[in-house]
């Protein structure tokens, strides 16, 4: 039959019709599934970097220092953090605005990714490219692994990312498609635009680079208006790939110094991240396809490095991606296989920055939110193959994969509900990941808020243990373990110090405490008044004893410094701050926390010389410009000295 026969044209139509109404239904769909998850508060990362951004509620001007000062990433991330503080300021945001607008733009990357396939397969001539783009757009949008992106309010950087990583992929394909010059221009120009903007909202937003490179080579190219057909085009995009890859392994040799140092704070070495990579990059996988509930959330510090059954496995696996990458090379001369080999390499290529080499913790699910893409793009291409084996087959795939929509919106639809309950989400991470520091962590912290401070101690022993003897988890000194206890006390009510603290800061441990983290929490504590009749006194004197009296040697970082001086200023021991203060200048001359700490505990025991020489060296930093505008209106206040 003549595909411009009458019939023909009103099938077409008939599909067209029905691929909207099952967009819209779809649409629906996700929304509906994730709504609830908008009642959920923040979690780890969050509150380092979202709980600052309620300063700028009535401060507007503020939104420049949040913009370049966020050093979550070599790049700023700016994009990133100028629209968190965008909202904070002009819309007040509550957690849950935050969660609602995440949704929405998990929803605008749901329909860009239904775009982009649906160009994908019309440039395959399919006559079902509507309804294979509902098809990939759906199960990628109601997979359970995305759940922990869209709700994680943190993680808005990494769909940010995947925005504009979409939005330079779908205009590339429309600009193979336009027939104008204006058009053609218009594409380029927006997709160059897209790509550029990518990485400054998350860095692995600049591998949309390279998959725009195998896009052209591996699925572009089966049509005849090729812009790489000829022996050029293909040395050219080759050519682009191999320079790619040279520049990158030789940044990685040209700082492998900087990296093995980087790996200081972790329990795990740089080799045993490398190699127990393609482990994670399979797991990111089997998750997409065949999610277990109880193992997905955000507390994977458990991820398993090193152990006696890990050199086996990971080797299987670095086979197993080995030969996924063979076939990729092998199949770019096979016509028929290259649009799969394209899923396969764009997957991998996503991945290749934080699964890497860099000192970063092995697994983490809003990693495979954008490289997630192309496995579903994968399944399109699945159901697009059996339409070449008859129409029945094909409808009997699509019909599949409806169910498989269905089924999969139940269990994110649970999983949703877990998370839109902090104390479920708390009791759902430890249940999954029982050798999780963090989850052990986190859990007691929702016990303490509870007032059961037994248990959350028992907890929190859980935690220092995993903590201890995981490779994948942070590293702990036994001061850490008795100083989570005492914010856990002073979270729960009680009054008195945990007995154990005096004993452990008073043995002779080089460096007691391994992270700020939890002296963080009890300056956050102290700032909230949330526990007045706590012994502070009695903390403070223990940390004085351990990192003052005699300090020969330094006990801890420049950060565990400054960390240690801002918690005893606003405790008004100001003796104490200006000791600590001391101490982190001379481990990072350079900061800047420190400096401030120093000039207003000098003012405030009235040693005004002292005080002055100070605010002149950080007026000489002024004029330099390495001070923001919250830091100059402080330095303001200090003129009369």
């Not at 699910?365 to 070449?388: D, T």
Request: with cysteine.
């Amino acid at each position: 039959m003549n595909d411009d026969s009458p019939l023909a044209r009103n099938r077409q139509m008939a599909i067209e019709w029905v691929s909207k109404l099952c967009l819209y239904l779809m649409l629906l769909t996700v929304l509906w599934v994730y709504w609830p998850g908008t009642q959920g508060g923040l979690i780890l990362d969050d509150f380092g970097s979202i709980s600052p951004l309620e300063d700028l509620r009535g401060k507007p001007e503020s939104i420049r220092d949040y913009l370049f000062a966020d050093d979550a990433g070599p790049l700023g991330r700016p994009i990133s953090v100028g629209l968190f503080a965008l909202e904070f300021a002009f819309l007040g945001a509550e957690v849950g605005d935050l969660k609602r607008h995440s949704i929405l733009l998990h929803l605008l990357n749901v329909c860009l990714l239904a775009w982009l396939t649906y160009g994908l397969f019309r440039w395959r001539r399919h006559s079902a490219a509507s309804l294979l783009a509902i098809t990939v757009a759906g199960v990628w949008a109601l997979s359970p692994l995305q759940v922990s992106t869209v709700l994680y309010t943190v993680q808005r950087m990494a769909m940010l990312s995947t925005f504009f990583c979409l939005t330079a992929l779908v205009s590339y394909v429309q600009f193979r498609t336009a027939r104008t010059p204006l058009a053609r221009g218009l594409w380029l120009g927006l997709c160059g635009f897209a790509a550029l903007l990518a990485p400054f909202a998350k860095e692995n937003g600049v591998l949309v680079w390279p998959i725009l490179l195998l896009l052209e080579y591996f699925w572009l190219n089966l049509g005849n208006q090729t812009l790489a057909r000829s022996t050029w085009g293909y040395r050219f995009l080759w050519g682009l790939l191999a320079l790619s890859l040279l520049l990158f392994l030789v940044l990685v040799a040209y700082r492998l110094e900087w990296l093995v140092a980087s790996y200081e704070s972790r329990s795990f070495t740089i080799t045993e991240r490398s190699f127990g990579q393609s482990r994670a990059i399979l797991t990111y996988a089997q998750g997409f396809f065949w999610p277990d509930l109880a193992q997905l959330g955000v507390f994977h510090d458990d991820f398993m490095l090193g152990d006696e059954a890990a050199p086996l496995i990971d080797l299987l696996c670095t086979a197993v991606v080995l030969s996924a990458l063979g076939f990729v090379i092998a199949g770019s001369v096979a016509g028929r296989w290259r649009p799969l080999c394209f899923c396969i390499g764009a997957f991998l290529v996503a991945h290749l920055l934080e699964s890497s080499v860099l000192a970063l913790e092995a697994y983490f699910e809003h990693r495979n939110y954008f490289p997630s893409v192309f496995l579903a793009l994968g399944l399109g291409l699945l159901i697009a193959e059996l339409g070449r084996h008859g129409r029945l087959l094909q409808c009997g795939g699509l019909l599949w994969v409806a169910v498989l929509m269905v089924f999969l919106a139940f269990r994110t639809s649970f999983l949703v509900g877990v998370w839109s309950n902090e104390l479920l989400l708390s009791i759902h991470h430890f249940s999954g990941h029982p050798g999780s520091a963090r989850a052990a962590s986190d859990l007691a912290t929702r016990y303490a808020l509870l007032g059961d401070y037994p248990r959350a101690k028992d907890l929190s022993s859980i935690a220092h243990e995993n903590a201890t003897t995981k490779k994948a988890a942070r590293r702990e000194g036994p001061g850490d373990l008795q100083l989570r206890n005492a914010a856990l006390a002073c979270i729960a009510g009680r009054s008195k110090l945990p007995e154990e603290l005096p004993t452990v800061f008073a043995e002779e441990i080089h460096r007691p405490l391994g992270d700020t983290n939890n002296v963080e929490v009890l300056l956050r504590l102290t700032r909230e008044r949330r526990c007045e009749t706590f012994a502070w006194n009695e903390l403070l004197l223990v940390l004085r004893t351990v990192y003052l009296v005699e300090p020969e040697a330094p006990r801890a970082s420049a950060a565990l410094y400054t960390a240690l001086a801002t918690l005893a200023y606003d405790r008004q021991a100001l003796e104490d701050a200006l000791g600590y203060a001391l101490l982190a200048l001379e481990n990072n001359a350079e900061a800047l926390l420190p400096r401030f700490v120093l000039l207003q505990s000098l003012v405030e025991l009235g040693l005004f010389e002292e005080a002055a020489e100070i605010r002149d060296e950080l007026v000489q930093l002024k004029d330099l410009g390495a001070l923001n505008s919250g830091q100059r209106e402080t330095l303001a206040l200090y003129r009369a000295l």
